[in-house]
């Protein structure tokens, strides 16, 4: 007596409701077992798509009629497109099952593979489902380059955007302010770069709160999505090509293709140079410049009787040097020192308040847009306990639908828990910008060497002759910033200085730098 196996294929619980359930499935197939008098031997469930022949319970199933190899076996099933979707896997996997001697039939589409012209219909039969595949995966093809060629991003939001939707229904993305700030600061920072390299980069990215890992950092700086383009891949006899999207872009596109020209010429660029290892006693090392020769000053440390010495010195012929310790104190010093010119601090403010304003507004739409999943899952969930009660579905689907509903409930529940987390709700005051310019010292301190060396070249954005006074090397941006007795005509500075990048970008960044901090040390 043969040994009859019943296999079942669900893809998905939407071809549940459409008449493919598996307890529809199997009623049928036990119905035809007992009107021909075959005993079953067992029944298998699966839920893969039949797009190709990787299902996990397929597979058990093959495995175990090699091994058994006692008596002749048939796997039944309803339809042809529940054995395949795929006319050329089905042909190849039909001729290795006949060589087991394993019998094929779908009881809804009966074949006599006995007439040689049984073969024909099974190939109709095959390529009807292929057919309606392929017409499915070329109309959601076509709908997805047609929104590509419109400028929209349909894919996941990269990252520094998010994913939103308008009030009529139409999702697109926006930039996600932490992320963006820390984007646009590292393609700057790119084009700027005379001392750091890309790897270098990327670290100082994750520390400033950026996560990805360094290859998918090596891609984004090469993303044209950055500067609000989109690149179009090649489709049918159309080539690959990069267009206007309708989302704004992160940078501008001139400092977009600037960054592309420096990471071109990867023989010549600074930013392939041997990494370094940071040195907290060296902090200003490949800042300094030598007032003798006006060579990069680099550092090295001399044994004396009871502990080492640190000094930033030249190289070469050229003896110059100076202790380190007296510097890097001295700047510790004037951190301590300094305090912020009153217009200066009412613009940091303005901009660190700005800054927090967009971080809500972002909190409360992705609050929202999460709230509105975790209902619609409850819905479904709800709904799904209906059609069960009604008898429309049977248990396993009502089960996998459940579980489904719970999977993505306690994921959304964690997202939210995260967003709330790292939204910063009632951390910052109103005071924040105004806070951190008066505890620069105390955050410096505080921080690792990585850090350290963040804040000092906002102080010192290029290179400069060392001197033994700090107030010596400072730039005039600065000076005007912290010392604002300097310049008398408040009104003259405003115009002068309103528009100047210097003093925007060290602004910027010490407005990060209090998020970043989360003002844990105010």
Request: proline share 2%.
């Amino acid at each position: 007596m043969p040994v009859v196996y019943l296999y079942i294929r669900v893809s998905t619980d939407e071809q549940a409701v459409k008449g493919y359930s598996q307890r529809s499935q199997l009623e049928r197939l036990v119905h035809y077992c007992k009107y021909n008098s075959l005993v079953i031997t067992e029944t298998i469930l699966e839920d893969c798509s039949a797009k190709t022949f990787n299902r996990p319970a397929w597979n058990k199933l093959i495995t175990k009629i090699k091994y058994l190899k006692s008596s002749p076996a048939t796997i039944l099933f309803t339809c042809w497109d529940r054995f395949s979707r795929n006319i050329t896997d089905a042909y190849i996997i039909f001729e290795k099952l006949q060589k087991l001697g394993v019998s094929l039939q779908a009881i809804d589409q009966p074949i006599d593979f006995s007439i040689p012209e049984s073969k024909i219909i099974l190939a109709v039969y095959l390529a009807t489902s292929e057919v309606e595949n392929d017409k499915k995966s070329r109309n959601v093809s076509l709908g997805l380059q047609k929104a590509r060629l419109e400028g929209r991003w349909i894919n996941k939001a990269p990252l520094g955007y998010r994913n939103k939707i308008t009030a009529d229904g139409k999702k697109y993305i926006a930039a996600y302010a932490p992320e963006a700030f820390i984007i646009r600061e590292v393609f700057e920072e790119i084009i700027k770069a005379k001392r750091v390299t890309l790897s270098e980069i990327y670290k100082e990215a994750m520390a400033k709160g950026l996560k990805c890992s360094r290859s998918a950092f090596y891609m984004l700086v090469r993303n044209p999505i950055y500067c609000g383009q989109i690149k179009i891949p090649e489709i049918g006899n159309e080539k690959s090509r990069i267009i206007d999207g309708l989302h704004t872009g992160i940078v501008s596109l001139e400092l977009f293709e600037r960054v592309q020209k420096v990471l071109g010429n990867i023989k010549n660029s600074r930013l392939v140079k041997k990494k370094r290892v940071l040195n907290e006693n060296y902090l200003l090392r490949g800042i300094l410049l030598c007032p003798d020769c006006g060579k990069t000053l680099t550092g090295s440390s001399s044994q004396g009787r009871s502990r080492k010495y640190y000094y930033y010195h030249c190289t070469g012929k050229c003896k110059y040097r100076i202790r380190a310790d007296y510097i890097n104190a001295g700047f510790q010093l004037f951190l301590k020192d300094i305090k912020i010119d009153v217009f200066f601090s009412k613009r940091a403010n303005d901009l660190l308040k700005k800054i927090d304003k967009g971080r809500q507004l972002d909190y409360q739409i992705k609050k929202s847009e999460i709230g509105k999943a975790m209902d619609r899952s409850i819905d479904r969930s709800l709904n799904a306990h209906r059609l069960f009660s009604e008898g429309k579905i049977d248990y396993d689907d009502y089960f996998l639908i459940k579980e489904n509903c719970k999977a993505y409930l306690k994921k959304y529940a964690s997202e939210l828990r995260e967003l709330v987390l790292n939204a910063g709700a009632g951390i910052y005051g109103k005071n924040a910008g105004d806070s951190i310019f008066h505890r620069l010292a105390e955050v410096y301190e505080l921080s690792d060497v990585l850090m350290k060396q963040r804040i000092a070249r906002l102080f010192f954005p290029e290179k400069v002759i060392a001197d033994a006074n700090i107030l010596n090397m400072l730039p005039e941006f600065i000076k005007e910033i912290f010392g604002g007795e300097l310049v008398k005509d408040s009104v003259m500075k405003e115009q002068d200085f309103n528009n100047d990048e210097m003093i925007n970008n060290f602004l910027n960044e010490i407005a990060l730098l209090a998020f970043e901090q989360h003002l844990k040390t105010f």
